[in-house]
């Protein structure tokens, strides 16, 4: 079950919404959290039932370990070793089935051995759900988490809106809210809100991200047959789908919290409009980005102990960051490249450097989005091939999808049939559809500085409306699609 499922708009949200307040207004508080609990574990089960009993067993492990950190179980060590023993234990949980294939078959190269490798099937959401894990042991071993009723932890780690995909919450940020009074009360102000951004994400995935999608599947499974125009038109398009996909999946997080008045925090603040890597940081993957910051590149010593350690404590937080999206060279490197022009850009700004603001969005922009092709790429060679193809002057139009291209100007087709396959054509709707995402990240303001001015006007009820339309028909026609983040 995915947000952009009819099982999970028509029936799994509803039902659990309705239900939720109902046993409220019952009186049944105990009974309401106990039915998002077992909401959410059977919204985790939908995939594969089987990883069910491991979530159980690392939620409870985690708790143990929190509660002794904490001081609430007496214990013989020391509260660091304790620390380091279940930080260990979670990223040995992840680095099992995320990682072990990716060991195996670099361990093979190197000693020309041939380890079978696992083939284990990935968790859903494991490294999300690790990081949050970790977050909260940490939390608890500085002394930030107060609260440690097993029912409320189990409703913080498990809270379904949150649990596949983040943002990454923080224990003080989600269990005062549940205690609330307040928000044990029907918000009809937090539904009509909740309801829209959920309505925006929607739009975003469903319309934007699948629409770009079509193109940067068919670019990235054909790297060598690419002209310039393709290559550079397959690189934006996977550029906008993952912003839109990523960014339309948290609105949906978001907006589904808000129906419980559950606020999430911010993980998206426009970073296609970032005029430096820093900026850009800032404001793509909020979350992610405040850990990384608060549990790797803080403790190493952030920028306490001169430029070199800072450049140096860039470089290893930003390969660990490419590192946990995946299990592969590309991943590290993409990390690399970021935590190399972070170190540029300090480097720039130490000097007092400054350029125009349109050339430092060109440059900060197209730098993403040169990045973002060795973090999409399926090998090595598919990367560079592409990389070499949106630089490659000679080849502007001599591939066969070029001579399609020129063809599609006077046609202006979508998709050409052939027998019962669907044919991709770069034609002029491409560029079409380019051009209107680029307005909508660098000129439109994103979904939480609309939801912000709290203004319900009839126009917004309209857009709830036809972006329910929209994907009602568009799945019809559509395979399922499911959020690219869901495979880190």
Known sequence: MIFNSYEFIFLFLPFVVIGYYFLIQKRLLIAAKGLLIFASFFFYSWWNIAYLPLLLTSLLFNYIIGNSLNDNISIKVSKKALLIFGISANLSFLGYFKYADFFI???NSLSSNNIALLHLALPLGISFITFQKIAYLVDSYRGTTKEYDFFNYILFVSFFPQLIAGPIVHHAQIMPQFASKRNLIKQYDNLALGIFIFAMGLFKKTV???????????????????????AWATSLSYTFQLYFDFSGYTDMAIGSALLFNIKLPLNFNSPYKALNIQVFWRCWHITLSNFLRDYIYIPLGGNRKGDIRLYGNLLITFIIGGFWHGAGWTFIFWGL???MALVIQRIWHNFHLKMPAVFAWFITFNFVNLAWVFFRAKTWQDAVTL?????????FALSKLSADFLNALLHLPFYEFIGSEKQFLFSLQTGLWLCIGFIIVLTMQNSMEI???????T????????????????????VESPFLYFNF
Do not use: C, P, R
């Not at 934007?208 to 670019?219: C, E, P, R, S």
């Not at 939801?451 to 006007?457: G, L, M, V």
């Not at 917004?460 to 559509?478: N, P, R």
């Open 105 to 107: 078959s670099n361990y």
């Open 208 to 230: 934007l991200a699948d629409t770009f999608a079509g193109w940067a599947n068919i670019g990235f499974n054909a790297t060598a047959q690419l002209s310039l125009i393709e």
């Open 337 to 339: 490249l970021h935590g």
């Open 387 to 395: 990389i070499h193809a949106m630089f490659n002057t000679e080849s």
């Open 451 to 457: 939801a912000a001015k709290k203004e319900f006007k």
């Open 459 to 478: 126009s917004h009820a309209i857009f709830v409306s036809l972006s329910l339309i929209v994907f009602h028909f568009m799945s019809i026609q559509a």
